[in-house]
């Protein structure tokens, strides 16, 4: 069973940062692309970012380039996204993904819990 656990998640002004992290096995983690979406209540799961299995290829939805960067650690078996100057707007539920990597939901097989970024005014 795959299992993703994201961590990092948590109350922040507008224009701060948080780290969100994801912790997959090494199994999953060499052999999947990963991904980070948000969801808002009553909306559709949004793509933020993606990194490749190798790490070499990421990709960052326009919306948070360049405020977000989406990162990995091999050793770790994890994978980060940092979110700077972050606006009120952007408070969802994040989600970890992992699977055949880009842009659409649907390519993403294992999902993790989520976790709850609130950005104050």
């Known amino acids: 069973q795959v299992q993703l656990v994201e961590s990092g998640g948590g109350l922040v002004q507008a224009g701060g940062s948080l780290r969100l992290s994801c912790a997959a096995s090494?199994?999953?983690?060499?052999?999947?692309?990963m991904g980070w979406f948000r969801q808002a209540p009553g909306k559709e799961r949004e793509f933020v970012a993606a990194i490749s299995s190798s790490g070499d290829s990421t990709y960052v939805a326009a919306s948070v380039k360049p405020r977000f960067t989406i990162s990995k650690d091999n050793a770790k078996a994890t994978v980060y996204l940092q979110m700077n100057r972050l606006k009120p707007e952007e408070a969802d539920i994040y989600y970890c993904a992992a699977g055949n990597g880009g842009t659409w939901r649907g390519r993403y097989e294992y999902w993790g819990q989520g976790t709850q970024v609130t950005v104050s005014a």
């Open positions: 090494r199994r999953t983690f060499a052999s999947n692309a």
